[in-house]
C-alpha cells in the first residue's frame, strides 16, 4: 500500500517526534507526573486515531480497520511490557528521575528491532506461503501456554544477556548522574542505568516474538504492520508512568492476551480455509481486551468503606 513518498513521509514524522520528545520536551533529567504522562498519553492516542481516520480515507474502511485492530494488539500488548519495566526498574534501583532517560532509548533501540522484525517476517511470507501456518502455530502455543501460566517473579539482573553484559563491560558500584557510561581512574565503565536498558531492550526483542506475528494475523501489508506497530510503541513511555503505579491491578489482562494471541493464531492457520472480516477481528479483540481490563478493575477495587454501627 505505501508508496516510496508515504514511507518518506512518515519517516519524518518519526524523526520529528523522536526530536521533540528529547530535544525539547524532555532535554532535563525529571521525574514524569502523572499530569504529564496524561497528556502525552493522549497526544499519542489522538495521533493514532487521527492517522488511522486518515489511512481509512486515503485508502479504505477496511485498511483503516486494519490499522486499528494492529494499534489495539500491539498497544495491549505493550501493557503487558510496562509489568516488566517496573520489575526492572526496581531491580536495578533506578529512581524515577531517570526512568524515562532508559525508557527512551530503549524504545529508539525497540523501534529498529521491530522495523527488521517486520520486513524480515514480510518477506518469508511472500517467499514461502507455510510461515502463515508457522507464525499462526507459535501465536497458538504462545497463547495456549500463557493461558496455563502463572506469573513468575522474574531476576531481570540475573538474566543471561545481563550477566553477559556485565562480564565484558566493567559496571559501577552505582549511579553516575543518569549516565550511561563514565571515565574513573583511566577506565570506561559502565553504570546500572546501562544494565537496565540492556534488560529493557532484551525485554522488548522477547515481546516483538509474540507481537510482529499477531499483526500478521491481521494484515500483510508492511506499512499497516510497521505503522500499528510504531504508534503504540511511541506512546509506551507515557503509557508507563501513567500506569505503572496500577499495573498491578490488571491481574486478568494476560488472560485476555493470551485468548487474543489464540484468536490470531488461528485465524492465520484457518485463513485459506476462511477469511475472518476485519471488522469482525477488531470486535473480537477489542472485547477479549477491554472485556480482561474491565473485569480486572473490577476485582481489585478498593471495597466500600463501612459505616460504624451503632453501639449498643
Given at each position: 500500500m505505501g508508496s516510496p513518498g508515504l514511507w518518506a513521509a512518515f519517516l519524518v514524522f518519526l524523526a520529528v517526534m523522536l526530536a521533540l520528545d528529547l530535544g525539547i520536551?524532555?532535554?532535563?533529567?525529571?521525574?514524569?507526573?502523572?499530569?504529564?504522562?496524561?497528556?502525552?498519553?493522549?497526544?499519542?492516542?489522538?495521533?493514532?486515531?487521527?492517522?488511522?481516520?486518515?489511512v481509512w480515507w486515503r485508502f479504505g474502511p477496511e485498511r483503516g480497520l486494519e490499522f486499528t485492530t494492529g494499534y489495539l494488539i500491539e498497544k495491549a500488548l505493550s501493557v503487558?511490557?510496562?509489568?516488566?519495566?517496573?520489575?526492572?526498574?526496581?531491580?536495578?534501583?533506578?529512581?524515577?528521575?531517570?526512568?524515562?532517560?532508559?525508557?527512551?532509548?530503549?524504545?529508539?533501540?525497540?523501534?529498529?528491532?521491530?522495523?527488521?522484525?517486520?520486513?524480515?517476517?514480510?518477506?518469508?511470507?511472500?517467499?514461502?506461503?507455510?510461515?502463515?501456518?508457522?507464525?499462526?502455530?507459535?501465536?497458538?502455543?504462545?497463547g495456549l501456554k500463557l493461558l496455563r501460566s502463572k506469573p513468575a517473579n522474574s531476576e531481570p539482573e540475573q538474566s543471561g544477556v545481563v550477566r553477559l553484559a556485565s562480564r565484558f563491560i566493567p559496571v559501577t558500584?552505582?549511579?553516575r548522574d543518569g549516565h550511561f557510561f563514565v571515565e574513573e581512574a583511566g577506565r570506561r565503565l559502565a553504570t546500572p542505568l546501562f544494565l537496565a536498558l540492556v534488560a529493557v531492550e532484551f525485554s522488548d526483542l522477547l515481546f516483538a516474538v509474540d507481537s510482529i506475528p499477531a499483526i500478521f494475523g491481521v494484515t500483510r501489508d508492511p506499512f499497516i504492520v510497521f505503522?500499528?506497530?510504531?504508534?503504540?510503541?511511541?506512546?509506551?513511555?507515557?503509557l508507563y508512568f501513567l500506569l505503572a503505579?496500577?499495573?498491578?491491578?490488571?491481574?486478568?489482562?494476560?488472560?485476555?492476551?493470551?485468548?487474543?494471541?489464540?484468536?490470531?493464531g488461528l485465524k492465520m492457520m484457518?485463513?485459506?480455509?476462511?477469511?475472518v472480516p476485519v471488522a469482525a477481528s477488531l470486535a473480537v479483540v477489542a472485547a477479549l481486551i477491554g472485556g480482561a481490563?474491565?473485569?480486572?478493575?473490577?476485582?481489585?477495587?478498593?471495597?466500600?468503606?463501612r459505616s460504624p454501627g451503632p453501639r449498643g
Open positions: 520536551f524532555h532535554r532535563k533529567a525529571h521525574e514524569v507526573n502523572l499530569k504529564e504522562a496524561a497528556v502525552w498519553s493522549a497526544v499519542w492516542v489522538a495521533l493514532s486515531f487521527g492517522f488511522a481516520a486518515l503487558d511490557n510496562i509489568f516488566v519495566f517496573v520489575v526492572i526498574f526496581q531491580a536495578f534501583s533506578i529512581p524515577s528521575l531517570y526512568q524515562h532517560r532508559v525508557l527512551f532509548w530503549g524504545v529508539l533501540g525497540a523501534l529498529l528491532m521491530r522495523a527488521a522484525f517486520i520486513f524480515a517476517g514480510t518477506a518469508l511470507l511472500e517467499r514461502f506461503h507455510w510461515m502463515l501456518y508457522a507464525f499462526g502455530g507459535l501465536l497458538l502455543l504462545t558500584s552505582g549511579l505503522t500499528s506497530n510504531i504508534f503504540a510503541i511511541l506512546g509506551l513511555r507515557s503505579g496500577i499495573v498491578a491491578r490488571f491481574r486478568y489482562l494476560n488472560i485476555g492476551l493470551a485468548l487474543v494471541l489464540v484468536f490470531v484457518l485463513a485459506d480455509v476462511y477469511a481490563i474491565v473485569l480486572s478493575l473490577r476485582a481489585t477495587a478498593p471495597a466500600p468503606a
